[in-house]
């Protein structure tokens, strides 16, 4: 199961140690998107570099990918992003995948985004697309603002947001 990660403009970053336990756990990618920034990886220690340099007053989703389904390849790692929008899931999609794409990106290109395109980042209908796909998954996305939205049950520990804590085992 992946994670989530939000990272609240103003708030700290979670420490290098965390974020270490974090891509343990989830080893099958890394990526990030702030305002200014955006990157993906396999290798944590890059992933780790370029996240150092996203500004302290930048919004940024953090994700590290446990995979389910798509191959294990920079190109299915999230955020995915399209027009000025990203996106980032944790959990399991109940629909079919695009050829290698992983299920998290078949969504957001098929559904999410042309709603988003159509209706608006903040549209009820937006909202009712997301309903019939998500079950008990979670969502996180970024507008070319910087804005975040997110749907599915986020947790807060330590000033950030967390679409679940298992990675803090033993130490939270």
């Known amino acids: 199961m992946c994670v989530i990660i ?6 700290p970053m979670p420490s290098d140690a965390e974020l270490k336990r974090a ?3 989830n080893p099958n990618g890394c990526g990030f ?3 200014t920034k955006s990157f993906k990886s396999l290798n944590f220690c890059n992933f780790l570099k370029r996240l150092h340099d996203v500004p302290q007053d930048e ?3 953090i994700h590290f990918r446990y995979a389910t389904n798509g191959s294990v390849c920079r190109q299915n790692c999230h955020p995915f992003s399209r027009g000025g929008i990203s996106f980032a899931h944790n959990g399991v999609l ?3 995948a695009d050829g290698d794409r992983t299920d ?3 969504a957001f290109r098929n559904i999410i985004y042309p709603c988003i395109r159509q209706y608006g980042f903040y549209s009820d209908e ?9 079950g008990c998954s979670k969502f996180a996305m970024m507008n070319e603002n910087g804005e975040i939205r997110l749907f599915g049950d986020f947790k807060a520990h330590d000033g950030r947001l967390y679409s679940n804590l298992r990675h803090l085992g033993r130490y939270f």
């Not at 939000?6 to 708030?11: C, D, M, N, Y």
């Not at 937006?126 to 998500?134: G, P, T």
């Open 6 to 11: 939000i990272r609240q403009a103003g708030k």
């Open 23 to 25: 891509y343990m756990m």
């Open 33 to 35: 998107v702030a305002k």
């Open 59 to 61: 919004n940024c989703i």
């Open 94 to 96: 109940d629909i079919e």
């Open 104 to 106: 998290s990106e078949t």
């Open 126 to 134: 937006l909202r009712l697309a997301v309903d019939k796909v998500i």
